[in-house]
Every structure is written in structure tokens, then in C-alpha cells.
């Protein structure tokens, strides 16, 4: 990244979440840059310095819908190619098909490679356009009813397991709060936040502000599918 700003401009690899935090502390307003995964809502973006084009291709994988093929099977299969997750960002998996998000190099040779998922024929092409994506991300809408918004009671009431419990998981670097570890079970959690804890899925605070007739809060959650 130091690079990209000496030369006034530059492309990153897609990054996760937490490195696009990084990134954005890092550069600290000191160059024009902004975030790219292809649609609005991607989750895995490429980081833009300067004038710069994001050089994103979407790649589409289509079959005749006689097995399901699921998010694991598609990245599995691009990994098998020997390509580095930092060279794709997020897919977008159907019934009948899926659209990944790739750097121009990647999205030749995984269009070129593939053939077959498993047991399963594919057609893969690149397209001409990147596609229009709309709702991409499946939710869970989830309610719970808590004392306060400390990060300890919280992931107590998502994950369904005791208060002290807990606290051991967050003082192990189970939890991840905003895409960072958080070892602080005191930590007031905020509408907007994501909580993830290993092996457990990923939440989304939603709402925070209504409360009951006894003080309590009453905490909506949507939890990705």
C-alpha cells in the first residue's frame, strides 16, 4: 500500500473486512482512495489509490441444477487451481449457478480451468458487464431480551450459553467484534455491529433502541445464513 500512495495511485488484492479497517486507519484521509468488490453491498473489496480503475470481472458459473452446489464447493474449486484468495472477492451462490468476483488475471484462469465441480459439469464464462446484484446476503431475523449491551451479554444471549461462558470465550480471542478481536467483555456493543465467534456464524446488530416496560433491552439481531 505504501507503494500505491508514493506513486499516486495503485490496486490492492480484495481484502476481508478487518483489513479493509486497516487500511482505512492507515491511510488516514492522506490519499484519495475508496473500496471496490464489484457491488454495492460485497463484502470482500479491492482498496483504489488515486485514478485508478478497480479492473473487477465477474465470472459466471452456470449448471443444469441436478446437484446443489454451495458457496464451499465453488471457492474449493478455485483454490484447487493453486489461485490466492486475495486474487477473489466474494460469491454469490444459487441454485442453479453462482457469480464470482475476481482480478482480470484470475478470472481468465479460473474461466479457462474449470470444467467440473466435483461430479458436477459447469459452464464458466466471463461476462461483459459486471452483473446487478440485489439481496445477496440470506438473513436469520432474530430477537432477544438483555440487561445491557456489554459484549459479554450479548454473546450470551446470541450464542445461547451461560454469561461466565462467555467471558472465557472473549477473553480466549473467540470473539470477533467489527472484524477484530475483542478480549474486553466490557465493551458496550452499538447498533450496527457485527459478532462472529468461531465456528458459531456471524451476527448483525440491527436495532438497539427499544426498550421494555421493565428497562430491559430489547436487542434485534439478523444473523447471516
Known amino acids: 500500500m505504501d507503494d500505491a500512495l508514493r506513486k499516486d495511485g495503485g490496486i490492492l488484492p480484495f481484502l476481508d473486512p478487518r483489513e479493509q479497517l486497516l487500511c482505512e486507519r492507515h491511510l488516514g484521509g492522506a490519499a484519495t482512495a475508496f473500496f471496490d468488490g464489484g457491488y454495492p453491498d460485497a463484502i470482500r473489496k479491492r482498496l483504489i489509490i488515486g485514478n485508478e480503475l478497480s479492473k473487477i470481472k465477474a465470472v459466471s458459473f452456470s449448471h443444469a441444477g441436478f446437484k446443489n452446489l454451495n458457496h464451499r464447493d465453488y471457492l474449493g474449486a478455485i483454490m484447487s487451481l493453486g489461485i490466492k484468495r486475495e486474487l477473489t472477492g466474494d460469491i454469490i ?133
Do not use: W
Not at 484462469?109 to 474449470?114: D, G, L, S, T, V
Open 93 to 225: 451462490s444459487g441454485e442453479t449457478g453462482a457469480t464470482l468476483f475476481a482480478t482480470e488475471e484470475a478470472a481468465v484462469f479460473i474461466a479457462e480451468n474449470i470444467r467440473k465441480i466435483g461430479s458436477c459439469g459447469v459452464k464458466v464464462e466471463i461476462l461483459d458487464r459486471l452483473p446487478q446484484i440485489e439481496n445477496p446476503h440470506e438473513f436469520e431475523d432474530l430477537r432477544f431480551t438483555v440487561i445491557s449491551l456489554r459484549l459479554d451479554v450479548v454473546v450470551s444471549a446470541i450464542f445461547k450459553t451461560s454469561r461466565s461462558r462467555a467471558a472465557e470465550a472473549i477473553s480466549e480471542g473467540l470473539i470477533t467484534l467489527d472484524f477484530e478481536k475483542c478480549f474486553d467483555a466490557t465493551k458496550q456493543v452499538k447498533q450496527g455491529s457485527q459478532i462472529s465467534m468461531r465456528g458459531f456464524g456471524k451476527y448483525l446488530i440491527e436495532n438497539t433502541e427499544n426498550i421494555t416496560k421493565k428497562g430491559k433491552i430489547i436487542l434485534c439481531v439478523r444473523k447471516y445464513k
